[in-house]
């Protein structure tokens, strides 16, 4: 495989990708021949390249991994299908629906491998109550409700290129984190959200901009040299949805909640029992019942089902958390790449058309706000 793009998801990429033990790390790319070798160096990767043409270029890489910001999804994924590689996309796929769509009907034409990490679908509880509810264990689902809410926006000192609608997109908390909720709620209920009504704040209007660049999720040093900018893009959103099944639900994403870090949160309610699974504690399922008492499934493998136990890899009591995650979602795009055409498809694996759904989703969204808060088709 090779990487363009090494700030703070790549590094993980790189990591989930070497415990597979079967892939080789070939290359990654910068955005200077400096940069890219000084990544190259401290991550201990053969080859580094000063453009992503380069990578996409060398024989030796299969697989292109794009961990770029935004702006730049559509142009590095593009040229490395155009080459017949296949396609590992960071989220969002791409930062307008047109240009996922784009990306969607290049990769089918080519026949290629293309994936999406919506990463928390590699969690081992997840599998579990996206398996439970396909049994029909909670009953029909009717209600598919939570949030994802981070603190590292709520400053005016805090700054980021997700902020920049030419960089990030039109969005900034819905389109960063708020297409992993949706992903995530789609995937475990098994269910399409169909319609949408948002209402979208900035609520940080004005932020002070560091002159110089600054990590992904790294507060202001005092000695930043800074500019006011305004903000255009919204920080946090409230949103109902409906699904095809006709089950309603609600969901908020915001990056200016105190106290709340990487805080997802999704609950499905069916008419049989209810299931609850939070990121920061992921390693508990919450089971609700009305004639029982309420149960709380710890991830063991011995006590979660046989056909999602190979997502778990550790003993009960073990925890199990983000990078591992991480890593179950790459051995699954990874297997299916192996296994080679006409394999099937592991369930936890999200697509283009995964990718491309949310950005249709986000952007009916932001149209809902935009004509005050009306229910809008996601088309
Ligand atoms: N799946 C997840 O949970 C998750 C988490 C974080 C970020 N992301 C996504 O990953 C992407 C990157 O986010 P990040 O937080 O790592 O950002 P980042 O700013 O930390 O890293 C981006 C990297 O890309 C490099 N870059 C810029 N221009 C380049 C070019 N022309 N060629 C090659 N490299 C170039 C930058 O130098 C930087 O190292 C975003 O699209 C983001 O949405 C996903």
């Known amino acids: ?6 700030g703070f998801v790549g590094p993980h990429h790189i990591d989930a990708v070497r415990r597979l033990g079967f892939v080789d790390v070939v290359a990654v790319a910068g955005s200077n021949d400096a940069s890219a070798k000084a990544k190259a160096e401290a991550l201990h990767v053969p080859r580094g390249y000063g453009s992503y043409e380069a990578l996409i270029d060398d024989p030796d890489v299969h697989v292109v991994h794009n961990a770029t910001p935004n702006y730049l999804h559509y142009r590095v994924t593009a040229a490395a299908i155009a080459k017949g590689k296949h396609v590992i996309s960071d989220k969002p796929l791409a930062m307008t629906a047109a ?14 491998v293309h994936a999406v990490t919506f990463n928390y679908r590699g969690n081992p509880l997840v599998q579990q109550a996206r398996h439970a509810i396909e049994r029909g264990d909670i009953g029909k689902p009717h209600f598919v409700h939570g949030y994802y809410l981070q603190d590292w926006l709520s400053r005016d000192t805090d700054y980021s290129w997700r902020l920049e609608p030419d960089k990030g997109g039109a969005s900034s908390a819905l389109g960063d984190i708020g297409s992993h909720w949706c992903d995530l ?35 202001a040093a005092k000695a930043d040299d800074t500019e006011l900018v305004d903000i255009r893009v919204e920080d946090l959103a409230s949103v109902l949805v409906r699904f095809d099944n006709g089950a309603k639900g609600t969901f908020s994403a915001g990056q200016v909640c105190p106290g709340h870090k990487n805080d997802l949160v999704l609950e499905i309610c069916g008419s049989a029992a209810s299931l609850l699974w939070r990121q920061e504690n992921q390693n508990e399922l919450w089971v609700g019942h009305r004639e029982r008492p309420n149960e709380v499934l710890q991830k063991d493998p011995s006590l979660i089902d046989s056909d999602v136990r190979g997502y778990a890899h550790l003993p009960g009591g073990h925890q199990e958390a983000w990078a591992d995650a991480f890593c179950n979602l790459m051995r699954d795009i990874y297997g299916f790449i192996a296994a080679g055409p006409g394999a099937e498809r592991p369930p936890a694996m999200a697509t283009f058309e995964d990718g491309y759904r949310a950005n249709c989703i986000v952007e009916a969204i932001l149209e809902s706000a935009r004509k005050g808060g009306v229910w809008l088709p996601v088309d």
């Open 1 to 6: 495989m090779g990487i363009v793009g090494a």
């Open 99 to 112: 240009e996922s769509g784009k990306l969607l009907e290049q990769a089918k034409r080519a026949g290629i």
């Open 185 to 219: 709620a789609q995937h475990v209920s098994g269910l399409r959200i169909t319609h949408v009504l948002g209402d979208i704040t900035t609520v940080v209007p004005s932020r002070k901009r560091p002159k110089a660049s600054r990590d992904a999720f790294s507060a």
